[in-house]
């Protein structure tokens, strides 16, 4: 009995020692062959975030919101739209650019939209650093605010949150991505409705009640507006318990279905690709 539950702990390192290999690789064979390398998965987040702050910072002269710099406002709410952005794009891909391993029976196929998320994440962590150098600097150099501390230890649970649903999402599109090539497109073109109607660059607030209604059922809008509640507001996410039990049952509901769909398509991968 030890032995075989020895074999098992084996079994289950090796395994995640192979999913971190994968994640290692797939990180540099994104930037293979360029100057920069790795850099561009950090500069290029960066330069949008700037980008967006000439536009409107120094260009349309953006007020404060709620006395919060807008600089602050929008680099916190922007950061979880880069991180899902990116990983479901990616994620989407990740079956039919990997499909030399589909054929291996030893390789578990369902792992690979998670590394794409998993990736990502590295990316999310590192914008996640400089928001909160961002604040730390605000706080100790302005006195018209402080940032609740306390609260930012929900940052861990808003990324946990954006991340199983990230996998929900991942797991279908990148199996339907297989049999129709055009839902990588399909994707991108959501992406781009979604940023713009994303209360991201903008309050929601400035929109009839009937029209906040509708969009707060956008499962992304739960995670920017609650990292911003936790990092600039100080608000814990229970105190939002309608919007929090309407993300996870949405979130679960997707995740069971996806996966579900994802083991009925996987034995005819090999044939597609």
Known sequence: MFNTAKSLLDMEVKRLQILIDLIKSDFRKKYLGSYLGVVWAFLNPLITILIFLLIFQVGFKSPPVDQVPFAIWLTVGIAPWFYFSDALINATHSIYEYGF????????????????????????????????????????????????????????????????????????????????????NFINMIMQFLFWSTPILWKIEILPERYQTILKLNPIYYIINGQRESLLYGKWFWQDPLHTIFFWSFTLIILFVGLFIFKKARPYFADVL
């Open 101 to 184: 391993l589909v054929k291996k029976v030893v390789f578990q196929i369902i792992l690979l939209p998670v590394i794409r998320v998993l990736t990502a994440l590295i990316i999310h962590f590192f914008l996640i650093i400089v928001v909160l150098i961002m604040l730390t600097y605000s706080n100790n150099h302005t006195t018209n605010f402080s940032w609740p501390f306390l609260y930012w230890l929900q940052i861990l649970y808003y990324i946990f949150a954006e991340t199983v649903l990230l996998i929900a999402l991942a797991w279908p599109l990148a199996a339907a991505n297989v049999f129709i090539k055009d839902t990588g």
